[in-house]
């Protein structure tokens, strides 16, 4: 059977949903012209579920990895408590190409010292809905990735936070598919069926189910650094996420 690549094709009623205007603080001043990205405003991303193990932190530090790899100044602010990403990033020494903050008190988060010396921000958030955290790292956001597995009581679970928490905060979002098996898309079409049914914008990227991801986490690397068997794929999937956020922001 063919191994299918990470996204599917949908139709254009998955556009974001909302059109929040984004904070206006010029990104990346010390970055060299010629190697500029074309989007100028600095971007505050919260990368947020209710529930936990759905690929929340795998995502914060993957994405983070995919941007600053197109040379974005990016910064993982990570406000869960449990602080995983930041326990990912500590043993790399080399680093992961992207700075990452822990944030003790999520009512501060906007006013980490540092965060305007960045053109994307990504907040890592606890898996608990009714979270002070989580409620402040909506509120400063310009746009919401919701990672969800495609499983059925998964993806009940994230409708649900849509409707209760997503769509009265009005702000742009998507709902990404991840831990998607890579050798059978049947769940995954359902999946976003379903969401394109209920007007929930997804990407059309999703991530695959890799054993590398797992590997790279215990390693401190981002799937991008991580050289062992199936990491193209894996790096393939992180990389059009990214890509598909930047198309929304110039569009
Ligand atoms: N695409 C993937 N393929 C395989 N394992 C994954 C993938 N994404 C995440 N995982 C694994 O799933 C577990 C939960 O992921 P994590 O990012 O910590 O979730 P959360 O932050 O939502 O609790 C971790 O063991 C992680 O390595
Ligand atoms: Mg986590």
Request: glycine share 6%; charged share 20%; net charge positive.
């Amino acid at each position: 059977m063919p191994t299918p690549t990470g996204s599917v094709k949908q139709n254009s009623k998955t556009a974001p949903s909302s059109t929040k205007n984004s904070k206006s603080k010029p990104s990346g001043t010390k970055q060299s012209e010629r190697n500029r990205p074309l989007v100028q405003q600095q971007k505050i991303i919260t990368v947020a579920n209710g529930k936990g193990g759905v690929a929340k932190t795998t995502t914060s530090i993957n994405l983070c990895a995919a941007l600053a790899a197109q040379n974005h100044r990016v910064m993982l602010l990570d406000a869960d408590p449990q602080a995983s990403a930041s326990w990912w990033a500590k043993r790399n020494e080399g680093g992961l190409g992207f700075d990452v903050a822990s944030v003790e008190d999520p009512l501060q988060l906007d006013r980490v010292p540092q965060i305007g010396d960045y053109g994307v921000v990504v907040v890592d958030t606890p898996p608990a809905l009714a979270s002070n955290a989580l409620a402040a790292a909506i509120a400063i956001a310009d746009y919401l990735v919701l990672p969800t597995p495609p499983a059925p009581l998964d993806l009940a679970a994230l409708i649900e936070t849509v409707r209760t928490v997503v769509k009265p905060a009005n702000v742009s979002y998507r709902v990404l598919l991840t831990r998607v098996d890579p050798r059978s898309l049947r769940e995954t079409m359902e999946a976003q069926n379903t969401l394109l049914d209920l007007g929930i914008p997804a990407f059309h990227a999703f991530v695959r189910a890799y054993k590398a991801h797992e590997r790279a986490a215990l390693e401190g690397m981002s799937i991008l650094q991580w050289k062992g068997k199936q990491a193209r794929e894996a790096q393939a999937d992180y990389r059009r996420v990214a890509e598909e956020l930047q198309r929304d922001w110039r569009d």
